[in-house]
C-alpha cells in the first residue's frame, strides 16, 4: 500500500497513523494508551517501531503452524459449492507450502460425504487442479440432480436414483 501511494505515505508517522487505523481489540488498545501516556514513544511515529511493536506482541509468531491449524479445522458445509469452498481452503493451503499428496489428502478430507461417495468411484487425478477439476464437476452434478429431485426431474420424467454417486459419473 505505502509503495502504491508514495507521496501520501512519504512520512513514517503517515505509515503509522494508517495502519493504527485498521486495529482491533486490545492492540488497539495498547495504540491509544501509548497516544495518551507515552506520546513521545517512536512507535507512534516510526514505521520499523511501529511494526515491530505490535508484530512482537500481536502478531501470528508461526504462519505456517497457523495455516494448518486452520487447514485442519476446516469443513466444507454441506450446502455450501465447492467453488466457494476452495478459496477459503487454498488461502490457508498455500501459506503450507505442502505438496499435490499433501494438499490431495487435506482436501479430501475437508470435503462432505456426498462428495467422498463419487470421488470413490473416480479415478484418481494426476495434478492438484485435476482433483479440483473433478470435485467442481462433481458438486454441479450434485446441484443438478438435488434441483432435478427438488423439482420432482419434470423435464425428463425419469425417476432420479437414491444415491446419485453412479449418475453423477456418468456425462
Known amino acids: 500500500m505505502f509503495q502504491a501511494k508514495p507521496l501520501t505515505f512519504q512520512l513514517e508517522s503517515s505509515r503509522v497513523a494508517f495502519a493504527a487505523l485498521y486495529l482491533q481489540g486490545i492492540a488497539f488498545d495498547h495504540y491509544t494508551a501509548l497516544l495518551r ?9 516510526n514505521w520499523q517501531a511501529f511494526a515491530q511493536e505490535f508484530s512482537s ?12 491449524e486452520n487447514l485442519y479445522n476446516l469443513q466444507m458445509r454441506n450446502d455450501e459449492q465447492f467453488t466457494t469452498f476452495i478459496v477459503r481452503f487454498e488461502k490457508e ?7 499435490y499428496n499433501a494438499l490431495w489428502f487435506a482436501l479430501r478430507r475437508t470435503l462432505p460425504q456426498r462428495i467422498k461417495d463419487v470421488l470413490c468411484l473416480a479415478p484418481k487425478q494426476p495434478s492438484y487442479d485435476g482433483y ?28 432420479l436414483p437414491p444415491n446419485p454417486a453412479a449418475w453423477l459419473l456418468m456425462g
Not at 37 to 45: A, E, G, I, K, Q
Not at 59 to 67: I, L, Y
Not at 135 to 157: C, E, L, P, V
Open 37 to 45: 501516556f507515552d506520546p513521545n514513544s517512536p512507535v507512534l511515529s
Open 93 to 99: 493451503a498455500y501459506e503450507t507450502s505442502w505438496n
Open 57 to 68: 506482541k500481536f502478531g501470528v509468531f508461526d504462519t505456517v503452524a497457523e495455516a494448518e
Open 132 to 159: 479440483k477439476a473433478l470435485i467442481t464437476q462433481i458438486d454441479q452434478r450434485n446441484s443438478n440432480w438435488q434441483s432435478g429431485a427438488a423439482a420432482g426431474n419434470r423435464t425428463t420424467g425419469a425417476a
